[in-house]
């Protein structure tokens, strides 16, 4: 929108072509920027003013995909890629924050972080299992958490 239209705010349709005379106000034409930090990268307020986030990835065959997510403590980013052998999320969780990452993995022992066991990594602790995801707390920092 920005670039073949020249709009400085979300269009009423996703190009000029499909409505010509579309307006340039429409909270709508924005709804993907939502979907896709809430549902394809899975990051969500847990508690008012993102005290607590969740981090829940849901890439499918994405071979790869980052965001950055801006909130009022700060700017939370995701960085996902995979090859044959495993899947890697590098995260950038703000000061004043915490964070629930949920990854898809049975065992929470297959989980690394910058190398090593993520249990013996500081700033992440093991908090549960659900749906099929371990489930991790991370502090603020930077984490690169890798499921082999």
């Excluded at 071979?63 to 090859?83: F, H, N, Q």
């Excluded at 690394?112 to 995801?133: F, I």
Aim: hydrophobic share 40%.
């Amino acid at each position: 929108m920005i670039h073949d239209v020249g709009s400085t705010i979300t269009l009423e349709a996703w190009d000029m072509k499909y409505k010509p005379n579309a307006d340039w106000n429409h909270a709508w034409g924005a709804a993907p920027a939502n979907i896709i930090a809430r549902k394809l990268m899975g990051i969500e307020p847990l508690t008012p003013g993102y005290e607590k986030a969740r981090i829940c990835p849901q890439p499918g065959p994405l071979e790869w995909a980052k965001i950055t997510t801006p909130t009022i403590r700060g700017p939370i980013a995701l960085a996902y890629r995979k090859d044959a052998s495993a899947k890697y999320y590098d995260v950038h969780i703000p000061a004043n924050m915490a964070a629930e990452i949920h990854l898809p993995v049975d065992d929470p022992e297959r989980v690394t972080e910058s190398g090593k066991p993520a249990s013996a990594a500081t700033g992440v602790e093991y908090l549960r299992q659900e749906k099929g995801r371990a489930v991790f707390r991370l502090g603020a920092g930077q984490y690169s958490l890798c499921i082999k």
